[in-house]
């Protein structure tokens, strides 16, 4: 899976309604919550087969900490 | 993991009671600050609406002893053959004695009868089923487990943060019997107490017993109650699949042998990506249950069990695979073989 689409899959999961980018803040999002932090534990277990820990989802500031903890999964 | 088999002990009934008094997650328009976008979201995702909840004045004994009283009833049981009883619990009558005490006299059980709780949650199920049939195995003819609790009276895990109530109320009792053509039943055991603080209930023990300050203004003990959701789901992906392979794989048999994946009904998601990890077809894992009933912890897989299955468990031979995972951290995986039991399905108290 691409990073964009994996960016798609991560607002469709989390139903994410405003517009965002790699730099968008998380704590800058209504429905960043502690459903949405399962959720993209979940999402990369599901789509890249990553085995992350609660403390790598806990350590994302932005959109693009969450991307990036995919980064060698991602298709070119 | 703890690799366990049992041999010569078969399951007769399962009954479940909940309290009738139903609440529904958007009949509180206090919940997330009042929003209700957020709350659909959350009710989409976990699968929760409606649960169950006991009066005060109710406990998950209460709720044990009417559902032992319908497998005696129904099953026209002479609950005098009872050697022992097995009380599985988080929310006990009293600090002690043992609530299974006051059970085997409440059910009027012969003296001759042992009885003693066990602190188990989410898995507490699977864990009795596992110490019952081991009793069953080493001289006791018929074992009585009873399974449940009132969690939603931890009301402090919601009062102060911004999530909803989850928590059903629910009681169980199952009835097992020694029986050497019974076929073998297999268990996969584990236990994580590094992570004891993942979901806990800090006050109240001997650790940190009761003072002044734990109380609310309306009188309301603090048991600090709480749960890392992530760490849950990071604890559940990391055991739960493999565990239900092992278990599959001790059994020497595959998941097309098994007709139903019983699992510890925690929220729909958590039980969707269960069984996207091992493989599970959908149609194999019931969880309806969650959004009639909550999280009925401990007792959820005999509510599974009793709500979505009752008919089938009644009409032929199954084999079950169970898995409870949770508190402790904690979790059993199972495979058993039912033959047209006694089921209740889900009743009401009062």
Request: hydrophobic letters at 40%.
């Amino acid at each position: 899976m691409k990073k964009e689409e994996f960016l798609e899959k991560f607002i469709d999961a989390v139903q994410i309604e405003e517009d965002v980018n790699e730099h968008t803040d998380l704590s800058s999002l209504d429905e960043w919550d502690s459903l949405a932090s399962v959720t993209v534990l979940a999402l990369f277990n599901k789509y890249l087969g990553l085995k992350l820990t609660a403390q790598d989802i806990k350590s994302c500031m932005t959109v693009g900490d969450i991307l990036n903890l995919g980064r060698e999964k991602y298709a070119e | 993991m703890l690799k366990s088999i049992i041999k010569n002990v078969k399951i007769k009934g399962i009954s479940v009671v909940v309290p009738s008094k139903e609440l529904c997650l958007t009949d509180d328009k206090s919940l997330y600050g009042g929003d209700e976008k957020q709350l659909k979201r959350v009710m989409r995702s976990s699968g929760f609406n409606k649960r169950r909840v006991a009066d005060e004045n109710v406990t998950a004994s209460d709720l044990c002893v009417k559902a032992a009283e319908n497998i005696f009833a129904d099953m026209n049981f002479d609950r005098k053959n009872i050697d022992a009883v097995v009380f599985v619990t988080q929310t006990p009558d009293y600090h002690m004695p043992a609530t299974a005490c006051v059970i085997q006299h409440r059910l009027g059980l012969k003296e001759s009868t042992a009885a003693f709780d066990v602190n188990q949650g989410c898995a507490g199920y699977a864990y009795g089923v596992w110490i019952a049939s081991m009793l069953a195995n080493s001289g006791c003819r018929y074992v009585l487990l009873l399974v449940g609790d009132t969690s939603s009276k931890y009301t402090d895990m919601f009062r102060e943060h911004q999530s909803a109530p989850i928590f059903g109320d629910a009681g169980s009792a199952t009835l097992f019997e020694f029986d050497e053509k019974a076929a073998p039943m297999y268990f996969d055991i584990g236990t994580d107490g590094s992570n004891y603080e993942v979901i806990m209930a800090r006050n109240g023990g001997f650790r940190n017993p009761p003072k002044k300050d734990m109380f609310y203004e309306d009188g309301t003990f603090k048991y600090e109650a709480r749960m890392d959701g992530l760490k849950v789901m990071e604890f559940t992906l990391s055991k739960v699949p493999g565990s239900i392979k092992d278990v599959l794989e001790r059994a020497g048999i595959t998941k097309d042998d098994i007709d139903f994946f019983v699992m510890h009904q925690a929220n729909k998601f958590i039980l969707e990506n269960i069984a996207l990890e091992a493989d599970i077809p959908l149609d194999k894992m019931p969880m309806e249950t969650i959004s009639k009933y909550g999280n009925q912890s401990c007792t959820s897989i005999p509510g599974a069990i009793c709500d979505a299955l009752e008919e089938e468990v009644q009409k032929r031979p199954l084999k079950l695979c169970i898995s409870g995972f949770g508190i402790g951290l904690s979790w059993v995986s199972a495979v058993l073989d039912i033959d047209r039991i006694y089921c209740s399905g889900i009743r009401n108290f009062d």
